[in-house]
């Protein structure tokens, strides 16, 4: 059976990339922070291999920032996560969560600090904003949240050093792991970020003049050009190997950073109020209900879920699957699964919902395959 067909309409924005995409041959799309987004570009497993082998340039315009800039906009964003802010210094990036009054995740997101009392917001699909200036109307805070004119390209993979050094000079490999730095290219104006969502070795090109997009995408491309260059998009192999959580999917209000083991990031009783802070010193006490864990699982490649997929325990159903893949590396299918602590032990067996039929699994440390952060040596 086929999928239905999406009606779109202006509401829907299209990247400064979005031309660049269709040249280069992007074949679909979702709608990502009410934008399009490149989801394939026709053969997602050489896309894969280039990510992990190579060097891969992907549109993530639809990663919007949420600039928070003002006399207080220290003080908001340390209002905003549970994570102290004063521990960053400027041209650094740090992951960070937010939370609702119950602990439950509004959503994660790379923060920048651009300046003392300068931020960006770089949040997984949803309205970041729209929460960031609810919190900041009620706070009295002499506080901005806006919107900038700032569209991410991702440049990921083993040899993105290589084609960064020819964009950048030495500066980009110069740049430590979630370090940054404004800078230019051929006068279009970029941050050059060491931040990605591909567990390689990456950058991201933040451009900040939506009218060059093309350009930027075109200089991207060219100096690639000697390394194969490919244009891809984030693989779901990649990211799971990584264990690199997406929101919507891993990552939900029902879940409280401890439930999916970030609790690793978290500054709990930092000296300034936070919104959710006394629900999360509360399951900081009790731990959490659920946990967010991995799992193997044999038998043909799986097809990817659409929806949330039922775990079992003998014959009652105690979790689900958020998301499952094969992975070509591994060369067995992987899951990331959402079950009561008392079950999320490394070497417990359980079943899950395949789509074809129940198979085992059992639960395993996560990530399967570490990130890579050092850049090497070369010539």
């Known amino acids: 059976m086929s999928s239905p067909a999406i009606t779109i309409g202006p509401r829907v924005r299209k990247s400064p990339f979005y031309n660049a995409t269709i040249e280069a041959g992007a074949q679909a799309f979702t709608i990502y922070n009410h934008m399009f987004m490149p989801t394939s570009y026709g053969d997602t497993t050489a896309e894969y291999w280039a990510i992990v082998e190579g060097v891969s340039l992907w549109d993530v315009a639809a990663e919007r920032q949420v600039e928070i800039i003002g006399p207080d906009a220290l003080a908001l964003t340390q209002l905003l996560t549970p994570r102290d802010i004063d521990k960053c210094p400027i041209n650094r990036?740090?992951?960070?969560?937010?939370v609702d009054e119950n602990g439950g995740i509004v959503n994660d997101a790379v923060m920048y600090r651009h300046a003392e009392n300068h931020f960006w917001l770089s949040p997984g699909d949803g309205d970041v904003l729209l929460w960031a200036k609810g919190v900041a109307a009620q706070s009295g805070l002499d506080v901005t949240v806006r919107e900038p004119d700032a569209s991410p390209l991702q440049l990921q993979g083993p040899l993105a050093p290589r084609v960064a050094q020819k964009l950048f000079g030495d500066l980009a490999t110069e740049l430590g792991y979630y370090q940054f730095c404004h800078t230019s290219l051929e006068g279009i104006p970029v941050v050059l970020s060491r931040t990605g969502w591909s567990g390689e070795l990456g950058y991201e090109i933040i451009l900040k003049d939506g009218s060059k997009g093309t350009a930027l995408w075109?200089?991207?491309?060219?100096?690639?050009?000697?390394?194969?260059?490919?244009?891809?998009?984030?693989?779901?192999?990649?990211?799971m190997e990584g264990a690199l959580l997406s929101y919507c999917s891993d990552i939900t209000l029902n879940d409280s950073p401890f439930t999916i083991g970030m609790d690793r990031l978290l500054d709990i009783d930092k000296p300034h109020d936070y919104v959710g802070k006394a629900a999360l010193q509360a399951i900081a006490k009790t731990g959490p209900e659920r946990r967010l864990v991995g799992a193997n699982f044999g038998g043909e490649p799986v097809t990817p879920n659409q929806h949330f997929m039922d775990v079992k325990f003998g014959d009652d159903v105690i979790g689900h699957v958020t998301r499952y893949c094969w992975s070509p590396r591994l060369e067995h299918n992987i899951a990331l699964i959402n079950v009561p602590t008392?079950?999320?032990?490394?070497?417990?067996t359980l079943s899950l919902d395949a789509g074809d039929g129940w198979r085992?699994?059992?639960?395993?440390?996560?990530?399967?395959?570490?990130?890579?952060?050092v850049i090497p040596a070369f010539d």
Do not use: H
């Open 360 to 373: 085992e699994a059992e639960v395993v440390d996560i990530p399967w395959i570490p990130a890579e952060k």
């Open 342 to 348: 008392a079950f999320a032990a490394t070497g417990t």
């Open 93 to 98: 990036a740090r992951y960070v969560v937010f």
């Open 218 to 239: 075109d200089l991207c491309m060219a100096a690639g050009a000697e390394f194969n260059i490919q244009a891809a998009c984030p693989s779901l192999a990649r990211s």
